[in-house]
């Protein structure tokens, strides 16, 4: 590799980095303004983030009292006409497919315990998570391994896993090495990718179809659909169909559906109820989420479970958008924040909700 060569790809690999904790990140900069942010109404909060911000569209989306309610907001807090915006919710769509994975385990397809060499075709000498502890984020796995791609979807201004299909995924297992000790909570988009190959294994159709007619034929989300650059807003992810992480990342829903999908986690019935039970203790609470009362305390199927709160949620970000939903089983109370705004920009959308869901249960 020539040293121009070597320099780009250290500068791409650099910031793939920084740019991945976007992913599943509060993504705030700047101590002092962390500071401001915590004594904030959800109004302030809401009203600072769209203050003179010309192109932001954020729906909030609220179950309450067995009722569904949707307002959408525009530069400087407007309340604009109740349309159905179609969002990226990027990691919340681990979500989703970690409920396949429930559906999966109570059809006796997979066993959460087993190691996943029981559902691909891998080297025989290697040791292998089990099923839970990809869902779980305890693998031993990165967020992300380099792939070449990335660099030509840097330079292009692309998703970062645009063009990363599900034989380099199974390459890349095949070539890791990881301990049989417990491993800690580490976020893991690549994990999530390897999950959504086990499931196109055991129901022997690739993960898109898998998830958009589980979409529509069993949840009854026909607005949700796997990515496919279509929607009335701008600045969505290119996919190609086979392309692994869409399992970690590649769902775009619209605020109905989302409510539609917290009403059924509510509801308690399997394999959401399922999906939210919690599996592991993680205690991964950092500093800056405990100052906006945030917390990861245990882990379900994906599912973030704060025990402080009593609120089970997940979050999400892409390039231009980012995504909350929470929900409280015991108050029958959920928020989905829904914005087409950088996880970068201003207070995300994890703040917002979580003030939210603060005080329609006080």
């Known amino acids: 590799m020539s040293k121009i060569m070597k320099r780009i790809t250290i500068i791409v690999v650099a910031l793939l980095l920084i740019g991945s904790a976007t992913l599943f990140g509060l993504s705030l900069y700047g101590k002092e303004m962390m500071k401001k942010i915590p004594p904030l109404s959800f109004q302030e909060a809401l009203d600072y983030t769209l203050k003179d911000n010309e192109d932001a569209i954020i729906s909030v989306g609220i179950f309450q009292n067995g009722e569904s309610s949707i307002t959408v907001y525009g530069n400087n807090s407007e309340v604009l006409p109740t349309t159905l915006h179609t969002y990226e919710i990027g990691s919340l769509t681990k979500t989703f497919t970690a409920t396949m994975i429930a559906k999966a385990s109570r059809e006796l397809r997979i066993n959460l315990d087993e190691t996943i060499d029981s559902y691909l075709?891998?080297?025989?000498?290697?040791?292998?998570?089990?099923?839970?502890?990809?869902?779980?984020?305890?693998?031993?796995?990165?967020?992300?391994?380099?792939?070449?791609?990335m660099v030509s979807n840097f330079l292009s201004?692309?998703?970062?896993?645009?063009?990363?299909?599900?034989?380099?995924?199974?390459?890349?297992?095949?070539?890791?090495?990881?301990?049989?000790e417990d491993h800690?909570?580490?976020?893991?988009?690549?994990g999530y990718a390897v999950l959504g190959l086990v499931l196109e294994e055991v129901y022997e159709q690739d993960y898109t179809q898998l998830m958009d007619e589980y979409l529509d034929?069993?949840?009854?989300?026909?607005?949700?659909?796997?990515?496919?650059?279509?929607g009335d807003l701008d600045h969505y992810w290119a996919w190609q169909e086979d392309d692994a992480y869409l399992a970690a990342g590649g769902l775009v829903p619209n605020m109905e559906d989302m409510l539609a999908y917290a009403q059924l986690q509510l509801e308690e019935r399997l394999p959401f109820s399922l999906a939210h039970r919690p599996i592991k203790e993680i205690d991964?609470?950092?500093?800056?989420?405990?100052?906006?009362?945030?917390?990861?305390?245990?882990?379900?199927?994906?599912?973030?479970?704060?025990?402080?709160?009593?609120?089970v949620w997940h979050n999400g970000g892409t390039g231009h958008y980012n995504s909350y939903l929470g929900?409280?089983?015991?108050?029958?109370?959920?928020?989905?924040?829904?914005?087409?705004?950088?996880?970068?920009?201003?207070?995300?959308?994890?703040?917002?909700?979580?003030?939210?869901?603060?005080?329609?249960?006080?």
Request: charged letters at 20%; aromatic letters at 10%; zero cysteines.
């Open 121 to 149: 075709d891998l080297p025989a000498d290697k040791n292998y998570p089990t099923i839970n502890e990809l869902l779980t984020h305890t693998s031993g796995y990165k967020n992300y391994y380099f792939e070449l791609p």
């Open 157 to 180: 201004g692309r998703n970062d896993f645009y063009g990363i299909n599900s034989q380099a995924i199974l390459d890349k297992v095949s070539d890791l090495e990881i301990s049989t």
């Open 184 to 190: 800690d909570y580490n976020y893991s988009n690549f």
């Open 217 to 230: 034929n069993e949840l009854n989300l026909s607005n949700t659909h796997i990515e496919n650059n279509t």
């Open 284 to 311: 991964a609470t950092t500093s800056d989420y405990e100052l906006m009362n945030i917390h990861l305390d245990t882990i379900g199927m994906s599912w973030i479970i704060d025990e402080e709160n009593e609120i």
């Open 327 to 362: 929900f409280d089983s015991k108050t029958g109370v959920a928020v989905v924040i829904l914005s087409n705004l950088s996880p970068n920009s201003r207070i995300p959308a994890t703040v917002l909700g979580i003030k939210l869901m603060e005080e329609l249960r006080d």
